[in-house]
């Protein structure tokens, strides 16, 4: 089915490990971004890439990493991870076309990092 | 910085009644989006409102906009136990070339059978 795919749903994993989540979208899609959210805040841009090759830092970027060098996927890799990054991520999709577009999350990766 | 902030943060009500949100924002938008999240679930749209509209309606939903306050209202009409689920509010900026979303923190709506 097309939509948006993330992995895994739950993870669980040490401070200083490396962790990657993935995300796919089958609609060609040239707009994704990557959210968290924590009780209180709501979500939060982490980073956001307009295409293939093109990303940029959101809200809250420190302590991760993006690529994307195919439309489709847009891993996020925590680097070394750390407990105040204990969270839910969600990826999302939108058009390019104008500013007046929905965006389409992904079921979301629930990280606890002990 | 969040832009939109919901009001109330919880809200419980009992099937058939209507249940209405609240959403205030800082800076001017390009337009304002509803989302729901159902527990354990990513975020579904509901409906988008542009910064030139005032109105707009899509099956029991209403959502209004009043730029002049910087806000934005939610109508549930007669509301079902389907309908428990947070609802946030979301806008888009046009001072930003990112084409992302900043979202408010939700409102917990419980609607009881």
């Known amino acids: 089915d097309a939509g948006i795919t993330q992995s895994p749903r739950y993870k669980i994993t040490e401070t200083g490990r490396q962790v990657t989540l993935m995300c796919h979208q089958t609609?060609?899609?040239?707009?994704m971004f990557w959210y968290r959210q924590d009780l209180g805040h709501g979500l939060r841009l982490i980073y956001y890439?307009?295409?293939?090759?093109?990303?940029d830092k959101g809200e809250v970027p420190d302590g991760y990493v993006v690529s994307r060098s195919k439309t489709e996927n847009f891993p996020l890799t925590l680097e070394s991870a750390t407990r105040s990054q204990t969270s839910v991520y969600f990826c999302?999709?939108?058009?390019?076309?104008?500013?007046?577009?929905?965006?389409?999350f992904g079921d979301g990766t629930r990280l606890s990092i002990l | 910085s969040q832009q939109g902030e919901e009001d109330p943060q919880a809200l419980s009500i009992q099937e058939g009644e209507n249940a209405t949100m609240n959403c205030s924002y800082k800076?001017?938008?390009?337009?304002l989006q509803w989302y729901r999240q159902n527990s354990g679930r990513g975020l579904v749209h509901l409906i988008l409102i542009r910064s030139n509209e005032r109105e707009k309606h899509s099956g029991r939903l209403r959502v209004t906009l009043d730029t002049s306050k910087k806000s934005s209202s939610l109508l549930i009409t007669a509301s079902r136990a389907a309908d428990t689920a947070s609802y946030f509010c979301a806008t888009a900026h046009p001072d930003t070339g990112r084409r992302a979303l900043t979202f408010g923190s939700g409102t917990r709506l419980q609607v009881q059978p």
């Open positions: 890439s307009a295409a293939a090759d093109i990303t």
């Open positions: 609609w060609s899609h040239s707009y």
């Open positions: 800076t001017s938008i390009n337009n």
């Open positions: 999302a999709s939108s058009e390019v076309q104008g500013y007046n577009q929905p965006q389409h």
